[in-house]
């Protein structure tokens, strides 16, 4: 059974930037496509960015393409996400998510294909 523990979330400033990492507790995430997800208070969870076990053509909410960037280092079995110009309406919980159905494809549904997810950890986007 796979583990996920998202870290890295925090307070900042508008203009700011974080970078969240997620940590899978297999040696074996290679073979997973994983996804970032956010959920704020009272919104339904939404999808913001996804890649795929080889790492190639990550997908990106509008919202946050050109400011926030997904990447993965499989031989650490971590993915990252970079966010940078963060803004107030970037709040949120973010998740992280590993699919281990489609490996080489990834989408933004939370309701999609995505078996395990982490706790979350907490984005504040204020001044």
């Known amino acids: 059974q796979m583990q996920l523990v998202e870290s890295g979330g925090g307070l900042v400033q508008p203009g700011g930037s974080l970078r969240l990492s997620c940590a899978a507790s297999?040696?074996?995430?290679?073979?997973?496509?994983v996804g970032w997800f956010r959920q704020a208070p009272g919104k339904e969870r939404e999808g913001v960015s996804c890649?795929?076990?080889?790492?190639?053509?990550?997908t990106y909410k509008d919202s946050v393409k050109g400011r926030f960037t997904i990447s993965r280092d499989n031989a650490k079995n971590m993915v990252y996400l970079q966010m940078d110009s963060l803004k107030p309406e970037d709040t949120a919980v973010y998740y992280c998510a590993a699919d281990p159905f489609s490996p080489l494809i990834c989408g933004l549904d939370p309701s999609g294909s995505y078996e395990y997810w982490g706790q979350g950890t907490q984005v504040t986007v204020s001044s």
């Open positions: 297999v040696n074996n995430l290679y073979r997973y496509s």
């Open positions: 890649i795929t076990s080889t790492g190639y053509s990550p």
